[in-house]
């Protein structure tokens, strides 16, 4: 089994920040594939953010990049996604995601079904 549990959405203004953060439960985040993944009313699911391996490399889609940063801290088993300068395109269902990936699927952002999901926060972004 695996467990993660969310924080830290919200509403913000734009121009705002938030941090989320992701604790996994039952395993160590150092031997999986971490992301944040994001799912607006109406659209597909995206990959936002996604670290192979703790403190491994990472990957941002274009619409967040210098803006949102994934990070971690293994000493806790949590992974983190700092948002700033937040825009209301940026409003959607947040959810971390872990899975036993190769590097290259990791760092592709694509949410693969054998990604553990958690369940979920709300980021809203207003004008």
């Known amino acids: 089994q695996v467990q993660l549990v969310e924080s830290g959405g919200g509403s913000v203004q734009a121009g705002g920040s938030l941090r989320l953060s992701c604790v996994a439960s039952?395993?160590?985040?150092?031997?999986?594939?971490m992301g944040w993944f994001r799912q607006a009313p109406g659209k597909e699911r995206e990959g936002v953010a996604t670290?192979?391996?703790?403190?491994?490399?990472?990957a941002y889609t274009d619409s967040v990049k210098g803006r949102f940063t994934i990070s971690q801290d293994t000493a806790k088993n949590s992974v983190y996604l700092q948002m700033n300068s937040l825009k209301p395109e940026d409003t959607a269902m947040y959810y971390c995601?872990?899975?036993?990936?190769?590097?290259?699927?990791?760092?592709?952002?694509?949410?693969?079904?054998?990604?553990?999901w958690g369940q979920g926060t709300q980021v809203t972004v207003s004008s």
């Open positions: 039952l395993y160590s985040i150092s031997s999986t594939c």
């Open positions: 995601a872990a899975g036993a990936l190769l590097r290259g699927a990791c760092l592709s952002l694509a949410p693969f079904v054998n990604y553990n």
């Open positions: 670290m192979y391996r703790s403190g491994g490399p990472t």
